[in-house]
């Protein structure tokens, strides 16, 4: 198992960067650019915010671009993850495997808006927690 690192950062700021790879992501595809590019950084924006939550709950994680991984650490810490929030994990592929070419499968617009929509909730939660009075 990879070492775990002090997480560094607030969670605050933590979260303000998935936010701004969400805005990324939604961003209308520029001419030339792939599906999964933008993909990328709807799996962003889910892993920044939950390392937002682990650091907001004092949870050491390692150096990953796993979700699953990340959901199973703060879960071990007490955290309650959702039913629905673990198929952000789907997200996880576009860290590294459609990023480059190979033997994947094109990214399609369908697939897009599903990781954009999986994106935003798993924002909207930790901001909920972060900033449970809405405070930003």
């Not at 960067?17 to 030339?32: E, F, I, M, T, Y």
């Not at 599903?114 to 809405?134: F, H, N, S, T």
Request: net charge positive; aromatic share 10%; charged share 35%.
């Amino acid at each position: 198992m990879p070492r775990r690192a002090v997480p560094t950062g607030t969670p605050e700021e933590w979260l303000r960067r998935a936010k701004s790879n969400l805005v990324r992501a939604k961003q209308v595809k520029p001419v030339g650019a792939y599906w999964e590019d933008l993909c990328f950084d709807t799996e962003q924006a889910a892993e920044k915010a939950v390392k937002a939550v682990l650091t907001y709950r004092k949870v050491q994680f390692p150096k990953i671009h796993d979700i699953g991984e990340l959901l199973s650490l703060l879960e071990q810490s007490g955290e309650k993850i959702p039913e629905a929030f673990w198929r952000a994990d789907d997200l996880t592929q576009y860290a590294v495997e459609t990023r480059y070419p190979g033997p994947t499968e094109p990214v399609t617009k369908k697939e897009y808006r599903e990781a954009v929509a999986l994106a935003e909730k798993v924002v909207k939660w930790a901001e909920k927690i972060i900033w449970p009075r809405g405070d930003k």
